[in-house]
């Protein structure tokens, strides 16, 4: 049988980073081409304990067929949270229980996006949303990012020329996989340039919470007085990426094509997972939880550092961090950047290419992206270490 | 702002069944119209003891990021008990752990359906799927179903007419919503049709382990000797619905683009409840479970279809069931269905009208749904009686 897949993803492939991971499989490789958050990050015994405790008082609660628009306690204890923590939601909006955030540009996609439609993004971006917004047709734009996010004279240029552009995808706070967080000027301007042109914004914000330096800067759904942003949020990096429990907050019609969509997708998320986040927010100390693991990615991230810059300067340049879970390196243009990733794997240590983070294929960088959260320490240091010593040879 | 959506969900619905859970929420009315399993069905006690094991064991593989295609000896097992017991799979296929089966159904529209691509289907059907399909703008077409299944000369003729047919979707064991099993004969004759007109099928049987009477057939992905067949499975009625965790066993290179898609869509399954059901299938006893649970829906079943039997005829007939979870209840032609079914709603009892299941607005029904696996005996017996005392009116 010869089969015809549809013209949506004849061209799809699989993620270039998990083309990676076969060889950070390999347990002699040093990874630091993950994005799973620290072990030691996860509040393990408190999940144990709520969930025998949901068996032991209303199992069927945690096992039944459940509402597509999601449990409704937490809708309402996030919605309540988000507004008084982040001034996130308004009467314009509504709120959907999604399968992990991955879920939120699958539904907004789906509902928003005819074939050939533009999505701007930051240039690099998130490579799980990109295939996402590539496996319905839309074409990517991208606008490079500068050390305070996205350059926002080359966003107005695109906005300007592109006129199919339905919305603009950005992760304002320590972006995967630049590491770089949007300036407060450059939110606003971002917001009054998706007025201006009457587009839409996904605001993904997975590591928003895990800022261990720096001041907190508002999220750009804090400005959104004309319904125009789509909040992405997760618990992905502050309880668990295994439950795939996500959130978003979005203009009410959105949020409804959204939940037909979702009722056709896998009906509703993980029931007994929305239970057990829904008691640890509201039942467990969540601040302390977070100031937890602030400090076990500010001490990782700073170790980190300190190994990078002993070992690569002054060929591997990177951009300090604030928060999140990556690392973004530079090197030489001499430098034949797909040729050092590849050569590291050789040398047993697996880095993530720059290019698989761009929007479109003739987009250049010299760049590649570290995770520090996923390896020990000691792992940390032999890998760094390896890179080290490749960087001096360049 | 006006909000402008892609033509895929403009028309896009929530399901009409939704609309009847709505009355269904009030507490004075009885609900025949869910579909619940039955609460006593849940392994809830071996569901607790199992994750309590896994946390105490190794509880970040239950809260950690995981493979797209599942956890590895779930998909291990699986793939040799559907092959041992069923003789369902093949060295042309390849196995997918899901959100459910309902997000196969997504996967593979999105993996193969162009808009306007056919998808031919017994009429009526399983509403969420026919809303999956029409959500990537397929044409639906349905094709009669009759005691033993779908009507094959009616087959063929749409597969004749059809030159974009993409598949066929069947729901071959006690089929939601009109009960009917597809006899073997039918079931061989389906896939010999298939085959000659090189069409794929969808065999969804979320239902085939709850059989309570009559002979076990085989699926039809048992004779896939050609890589035809996406057999869609699911632990939503045997072991728990609200957990979201399904599988798919369907030919490589269609697997490989579902994994595409599921990559963009939620990443991966919940794991905790991959881990989960793993644990539960392959150390417990699951023969002896399955036994349990046809005993309670045998049970029940036989207490509804008396009811039935002393309160409905000879006004409104219905066909006996051998499993599932489904009644398919006929109206005399001169009585206005739709409002019968608002009646009842008024009367304090909620089925679904046969219309939810047509596969287009059209297509002439004059019967309606009742599920007999949610309601309690009680609820059971007085919603029965209210329509007994409707059906006298007639």
């Given at each position: 049988m010869e089969y015809i897949f549809s013209d949506r993803v004849q061209t799809l492939k699989p993620s270039a980073i998990r083309e990676i991971f076969k060889y950070a499989a390999d347990p002699t490789v040093v990874s630091l081409s993950a994005g799973n958050p620290?072990?030691?990050?996860?509040p393990a015994k408190e999940i144990a304990e709520i969930s025998a405790r949901l068996f032991e008082t209303d199992p069927i609660a945690a096992l039944q067929y459940s509402v597509t628009e999601g449990y409704s306690p937490l809708r309402s204890f996030l919605t309540d949270y988000m507004k008084e923590k982040h001034s996130v939601g308004s009467e314009l909006d509504d709120i959907l229980i999604t399968s992990g955030a991955q879920q939120i540009m699958d539904l907004a996609s789906k509902a928003l996006l005819n074939e050939g439609d533009v999505v701007i993004c930051e240039n690099p971006s998130f490579i799980g949303s990109l295939n996402t917004f590539r496996s319905y047709n839309a074409r990517l734009v991208g606008v490079p990012i500068e050390s305070d996010g996205i350059c926002i004279d080359e966003l107005e240029n695109a906005l300007k020329r592109e006129k199919r552009a339905k919305f603009i995808y950005t992760i304002?706070?320590?972006?995967?996989?630049?590491g770089v967080t949007m300036s407060l000027e450059k939110r606003r301007a971002l917001y009054e340039l998706a007025k201006k042109y009457g587009v839409l914004v996904i605001e993904d914000n997975?590591?928003?919470?895990?800022?261990?330096?720096?001041e907190f800067l508002p999220c750009?759904?804090?400005?959104?007085t004309e319904g125009l942003v789509i909040y992405a949020g997760s618990f992905?990096?502050?309880?668990?990426?295994?439950?795939r429990v996500g959130y978003t907050i979005a203009p009410k019609e959105i949020i409804q094509k959204m939940v037909v969509c979702k009722q056709g997708q896998d009906v509703h998320t993980n029931i007994w997972s929305q239970l057990v986040c829904f008691e640890f927010l509201s039942k467990y100390d969540f601040d302390a939880h977070l100031s937890k693991l602030r400090e076990i990615y500010r001490k990782k991230a700073a170790y980190t550092m300190q190994l990078m810059d002993e070992n690569l300067t002054p060929n591997i340049t990177y951009q300090k961090i604030d928060g999140g879970l990556f690392l973004w390196c530079d090197l030489p243009e001499r430098v034949d950047m797909q040729k050092f990733c590849l050569d590291a794997v050789k040398n047993k240590v697996c880095v993530v290419p720059g290019t698989a983070f761009m929007a479109n294929p003739e987009d250049k960088t010299n760049s590649f992206r570290i995770n520090y959260s996923t390896p020990t320490d000691e792992q940390l240091k032999k890998g760094i270490e390896i890179l080290g010593k490749m960087a001096k040879e360049l």
């Open positions: 620290a072990p030691e990050a996860f304002p706070n320590f972006q995967n996989p630049s997975p590591y928003g919470d895990l800022r261990f330096s720096g750009i759904k804090s400005f959104d992905s990096k502050v309880i668990s990426p295994g439950m």
